[in-house]
């Protein structure tokens, strides 16, 4: 079983930058794909970033270019750094992986980009 916790979010300026991190309770160098996702309220979550264990990327194409994911196995820490924010990307992000068939999700980190 694996506990995520992100962290990390907040307000920030158009054109600003955010790191965000998501700590897991157990190892991740068993752990394969690791996702970002984020949500804003009445839509649908939405698949942002994925990396695979090691260290393959893959992003939406809203953020491809602004946005990178990373992991640290060592540390059991995934991260994803956000640069030239926009205010179309104020969400609730959330970390998530599937180990089996059990889906495993953060609480979510608000950010809000506003001036």
């Known amino acids: 079983q694996v506990q995520l916790v992100e962290s990390g979010g907040g307000l920030v300026q158009p054109g600003g930058s955010l790191r965000l991190s998501c700590a897991a309770s157990g190892s991740m160098f068993s752990i394969d794909d690791m996702n970002w996702y984020r949500q804003i309220p009445g839509k649908e979550r939405e698949l942002v970033a994925t990396i695979t264990r090691g260290g393959r990327t893959n992003y939406a194409d809203s953020v491809k270019g602004r946005f990178t994911s990373s992991r640290d196995n060592a540390k059991n820490t995934l991260y994803l750094q956000m640069n030239n924010l926009k205010p179309e990307d104020t969400a609730v992000y959330y970390c998530?992986?599937?180990?089996?068939?059990?889906?495993?999700w953060g609480q979510g980190t608000q950010v809000t980009v506003s001036s």
């Open positions: 998530n992986t599937q180990i089996g068939v059990v889906l495993y």
